[in-house]
C-alpha cells in the first residue's frame, strides 16, 4: 500500500494537490480542501463516498434503502460524519485523527491519495504517524479500513486506538425523517466472540450491519451518545477524554461502532489494526468472512485483486498524445469517472443525496456509453434494466431504484430515445447482433417485446405523439430538466427532442439496415427527410435553431425573446442530426462560439432569465448563470465538439475540449473549488458573479460525453458495425500520436501521423504492414495485437 508522504514545506508547492502519474493517485496535499473532495469505494454494489478527509458513508446496492453508515449533509462542521479513527496518547491523554478530521489538530503531515476504488489518507502528530487505506474488496459486502500505526519518535508509546462509524437505520429517508419511529427501534450489541458490533432494527427485517475489527478490544461502545458525550461531537468525543469507551449497548437511540485497541510501540516500529463495515443477513452468515478479513494476509490480496481490477479496466485504451493532461483524462481519470456514473447514475454523490433519484433512465442510457469500451457485457446488464422499464407505448420511467427495481415518474419527452443509442453503442462494439432478439418485458407487467421492436416503440412514441408545428410534445421536460413548457394543454413542443429524434433515427435506420430489415429503414429514411425538413421550415429562426415553443405556441430561443435567445443544444444537435448542413451548420457552430463561449467552457443559453416565469419553469427559478439558467453546463460542451469534428474543425473542438478539461483548474482551486480529477456538471457562467465555481462533481454525463467526443471523434477511434473506424479531427499542430484499443477480442496499436498538418482526411491505413481500403480496420478475433500506421494528408 502507499507510504509516500509529503511534509509541510513540501506542500506549499502545489495548491491543493497534484497528480501522481506513476501510481496512478491524485494526492491531496492539505485537508482544508474548499469542498471535500471525494472518491468511491466499492464497484457499484457494496459502496460508499470517502472525502479527502474520511468523511462520507456507505450503503449496500441501494443508497436510499440499504444505508449502513450514516452522512449529516450540507452540515456544520462541514463533511461529517465518517469513517473516523482517533488515536491517542496514553500519557499525555493528547489525541488526533490521521485523517485531519474530526478532531483537526494541525498535522505535521498530511496526504490523502485519490486511488481506483481506493482511498489512502496519512497523518502524523507528535512523532506519530496513523495511515488508513479504505476500499472494498471485489464482490463482497463490505468495506476495509486498513490503519497502520508507525512510532516515529525516540521514545516507546502506548497508544489507543479509537473507531467510530455511525449506522443509519437502512431506509435512508425515515432515519431523515421518521426520527421518532426509527429511534425507537434501532438497536446495536456488542459480540465478543467476534469482536463485532451488529446493528439492527427491531424487526430484523433487512438484515443487519456490522462493525468489526482485528484488533483486542479493551472497551467498546454501540450508544453514540455513550461514546460522544452529551454536547459533544465527534472532534472530542468523552470517551477519549476519558480514556476508555463505556462498554454501552443500544436499546434505542443511534448505534455507532466505537471500540478501542491498545497498543505499544517501540521506536520505529509500526503496527497494523484492520477494521470492517459490512452487511448482512443475519450475524451468523458474517462470521466466517469477519474472521477472513481480520487477517492481514487476505487484506493484503484483495487490496491487490483490487489493483488488478482497475489495470485492467483502463487497459483496454491507453493514448499518447502530445497532451499530457488529455492523456492524463483518457487513460485513468475519465475512465474511472464513467466507471462511477456507469455504477450510480445520479443518484448518491455529495450533492445527490442518495434518496430521492434513483437511476435514471437517459443518465444511465448515456453512462453505458463511456464504459462499453472495455465492459461490454455489464453495459449490457444494465441495457436490460433500462429497457424492463420502457412501457408499451414506448415511452419510458424516468428512473428506478436498484434494490427493489421499481420504476419512478414519466412524462419525459426524451428518456426512452436514448436507448436506442445505447444498443447501437453496444452492438458495434460486440458485434452480439442476437441481442435485438431477446425478449425483454415491458414496465407494468404489460407484455413483453424483442429488443428491436422495444427500440421501434421509443421512436414511434416520439413521432406520434407531436403537437401543432408537428415536432414531439415538450412533456414535463426534455434533457434540460428544467425546461418546463407544459402548464396543461399539452401543446408545447420541443425543438431539441426534434433534433435527437431525428439523431436517434438515424442510428435506427442504420441499425435496421444492418439487420436486412430494409421495409423498416426505407420507411424511417422517408420520417427522417420529412422531420428534418419539418425542423428547418419551422424552427430555423434566421440565425440559429429556435429552442421549443411554450403551451400557448410562443417560440422559446429566438432572437424575438429577450432573455433565452438561443440556446447551445438546439445548435449542437442541429448538426448532430443533419438537420444542418453546410453553411447553415457553420453558422450555428460560428453563432453559438460567438454568443455562447467563454474561457471555462460554453454556457447552456444566452441571455440567462432574470426572475421567475411559470410559463417557462424551473430554468426561471435559478439566478442569471446558475445551472440550466445560462451556467457552463459541462455535458453539452462535448457535444459541441463532435459537431466541430463533423464539420473538420479540429483545433476548435480541442479548444473546446482543454477549456473544460479539470486538470487545467489544479492551479485555481480557489475559484474552481471541486476536484480537478474528475468533471463537474456545472460551472458558473459569465452572467453569474462567480463565474468558474465548479459544482456537482462526479455524477453528469459529462464523463461519458467527453470521453467519447476526445476518443470516438478527436481522437477518432470508434466502433462501428464493420469494424474499427478511424477518422481522426485534430489540431493541425500534432504531427503524430498512439492509441491502442481492444476491440472483439484482439488489440489494434493504431499510429496516426500527420505530416501535412491537417485536421482531418486520411491518405493511407496499414495494417500489419498492409495497407487496406478505407479507415476501417478488419475484425480479428483472435486475441492478439495489429499494428496499425494511418497517414493523415
Ligand atoms: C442533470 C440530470 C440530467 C439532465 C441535466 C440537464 O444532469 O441528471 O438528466 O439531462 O441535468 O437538465
Redesign the pocket.
Known amino acids: 500500500m502507499p507510504t509516500a508522504l509529503l511534509t509541510k514545506k513540501q506542500n506549499k508547492t502545489a495548491q491543493y494537490g497534484y497528480f501522481d502519474e506513476q501510481n496512478n493517485e491524485y494526492i491531496v496535499t492539505r485537508p482544508d480542501t474548499p469542498t471535500p473532495w471525494i472518491n468511491y469505494i466499492g464497484e457499484g454494489e457494496y459502496g460508499g463516498i470517502v472525502s479527502n478527509t474520511g468523511g462520507g458513508y456507505s450503503f449496500d446496492r441501494d443508497p436510499r434503502y440499504k444505508r449502513i453508515l450514516r452522512y449529516r449533509y450540507n452540515s456544520i462542521p462541514m463533511d461529517r460524519p465518517g469513517r473516523y479513527l482517533y488515536i491517542r496518547d496514553v500519557k499525555s491523554g493528547e489525541y488526533f485523527s490521521p485523517t485531519w478530521q474530526p478532531v483537526q489538530k494541525e498535522l505535521d503531515d498530511y496526504a490523502c491519495r485519490v486511488g481506483m476504488g481506493y482511498t489512502t489518507i496519512t497523518g502524523s502528530y507528535l512523532g506519530i504517524q496513523g495511515q488508513v487505506t479504505y476500499f472494498v474488496p471485489l464482490g463482497e459486502s463490505r468495506e476495509l479500513w486498513v490503519l497502520k500505526v508507525k512510532n516515529n519518535s525516540n521514545t516507546k508509546r502506548k497508544l489507543q486506538v479509537y473507531s467510530y462509524a455511525e449506522f443509519c437505520f437502512y431506509d435512508a429517508t425515515i432515519d431523515q425523517q421518521d426520527v421518532d419511529w426509527a429511534q425507537q427501534i434501532n438497536q446495536a450489541y456488542f459480540d465478543k466472540k467476534h469482536n463485532s458490533i451488529f446493528f439492527y432494527s427491531f424487526m430484523r427485517t433487512q438484515g443487519y450491519s456490522f462493525f468489526s475489527t482485528n484488533g483486542k478490544v479493551s472497551s467498546y461502545d454501540c450508544d453514540r451518545e455513550k461514546f460522544l458525550g452529551r454536547y459533544h461531537s465527534e472532534s472530542n468525543p468523552v470517551a477519549l477524554e476519558n480514556g476508555s469507551c463505556s462498554n454501552s449497548v443500544t436499546y434505542r437511540g443511534n448505534s455507532v461502532g466505537s471500540t478501542c485497541n491498545e497498543i505499544e510501540l517501540a521506536p520505529g516500529e509500526e503496527t497494523e489494526i484492520i477494521f470492517q463495515v459490512g452487511a448482512t443477513p443475519n450475524p451468523e452468515e458474517a462470521y466466517e468472512k469477519i474472521k477472513y478479513y481480520q487477517e492481514s494476509q487476505n487484506v493484503a490480496q484483495a487490496f491487490q485483486e483490487l489493483k488488478r481490477y482497475w489495470k485492467n479496466f483502463v487497459s483496454k485504451l491507453q493514448v499518447n498524445t502530445p497532451d499530457s493532461d488529455m492523456n492524463l483524462m483518457l487513460n485513468l481519470w475519465n475512465q474511472y469517472q464513467c466507471k462511477s456514473t456507469f455504477n450510480w ?2 443518484f448518491v454523490s455529495m450533492y ?1 443525496l442518495g434518496v430521492r ?1 434513483g437511476m ?1 433512465f ?2 444511465s442510457a ?1 453512462d453505458i456509453l463511456g464504459v462499453m469500451h472495455t465492459i461490454p457485457e455489464e453495459a449490457k446488464v444494465l441495457i436490460v434494466k433500462l429497457l424492463k422499464n420502457q412501457f408499451i407505448e414506448g415511452d419510458a420511467y424516468h428512473q428506478y431504484f436498484p434494490l427493489t427495481g421499481e420504476g419512478d415518474s414519466k412524462g419525459y419527452s ?1 428518456d426512452h430515445l436514448w436507448i436506442v443509442l445505447s444498443v447501437a453503442s453496444y452492438i458495434k462494439e460486440s458485434g452480439d447482433f442476437e441481442f435485438l432478439e431477446e425478449q425483454i418485458p415491458y414496465a407494468d407487467n404489460k407484455g413483453v417485446g424483442s429488443v428491436f421492436e422495444h427500440l421501434q416503440k421509443a421512436v414511434d412514441f416520439s413521432l406520434t405523439n407531436t403537437g401543432p408545428h408537428g415536432l414531439p410534445k415538450a412533456g414535463f ?7 418546463n413548457l407544459d402548464r396543461g394543454k399539452g401543446i408545447a413542443e420541443s425543438v431539441w427532442v426534434a433534433e435527437f429524434l431525428g439523431f436517434i433515427l438515424l442510428q435506427f435506420i442504420e441499425l435496421s439496415h444492418q439487420v436486412k430489415r430494409e421495409n423498416i429503414a426505407k420507411d424511417y429514411q422517408i420520417k427522417y427527410e420529412a422531420l428534418v425538413k419539418k425542423i428547418n421550415d419551422v424552427a430555423w429562426d434566421g440565425k440559429w435553431y429556435a429552442r421549443a415553443f411554450d403551451d400557448d405556441g410562443n417560440i422559446i430561443g429566438s432572437d424575438q425573446n429577450e432573455h433565452g435567445k438561443i440556446y447551445l443544444n438546439a445548435q449542437s444537435w442541429a448538426v448532430l442530426s443533419g438537420t444542418a448542413q453546410e453553411k447553415r451548420a457553420k453558422e450555428v457552430l460560428s453563432i453559438s462560439k460567438k454568443m455562447m463561449n467563454t474561457k471555462y467552457g460554453l454556457i ?1 443559453m444566452y441571455p440567462s432569465y432574470n426572475g421567475f416565469d411559470h410559463t417557462k419553469g ?1 430554468v426561471t427559478t435559478y439566478p442569471p448563470g446558475a ?2 439558467n445560462g451556467g457552463i ?1 459541462c ?2 460542451n462535448p457535444w459541441v465538439m463532435i459537431a466541430e469534428t463533423m464539420q473538420g474543425n479540429g483545433d476548435q473542438a480541442y479548444e473546446y475540449y482543454r477549456q473544460i478539461l479539470p486538470p487545467t483548474r489544479n492551479d485555481s482551486i480557489d475559484l474552481y473549488e471541486v476536484e480537478p480529477y474528475v468533471y463537474c ?2 460551472i458558473l457562467g459569465k452572467e453569474h458573479p462567480q463565474f468558474g465555481l465548479g459544482r ?1 462533481s462526479w ?4 464523463a461519458a460525453w467527453n470521453f467519447l467526443a476526445a476518443t470516438n471523434y478527436i481522437l477518432g477511434v470508434r466502433a462501428s458495425y464493420e469494424g474499427l473506424l478511424v477518422d481522426p479531427c485534430i489540431p493541425k499542430g500534432w504531427k503524430e500520436y498512439e492509441i491502442s484499443r481492444t476491440y472483439r477480442g484482439a488489440t489494434y496499436h493504431i499510429k496516426i501521423l500527420n505530416p501535412k498538418g491537417k485536421n482531418k482526411g486520411i491518405k493511407s491505413v496499414k495494417v500489419d504492414g498492409t495497407t487496406i481500403e478505407g479507415n476501417v480496420l478488419p475484425v480479428f478475433k483472435d486475441n492478439s495485437a495489429h499494428d496499425v500506421e494511418v497517414v493523415m494528408g
Request: proline share 0%.
Open positions: 447514475s445520479r445527490q433519484r435514471g437517459r443518465d448515456q426524451d421536460a426534455d434533457w434540460n430538466d428544467t425546461i447552456l424551473g445551472k440550466e453546463f455535458h453539452s456538471q456545472n456537482n455524477l453528469s454525463g459529462t
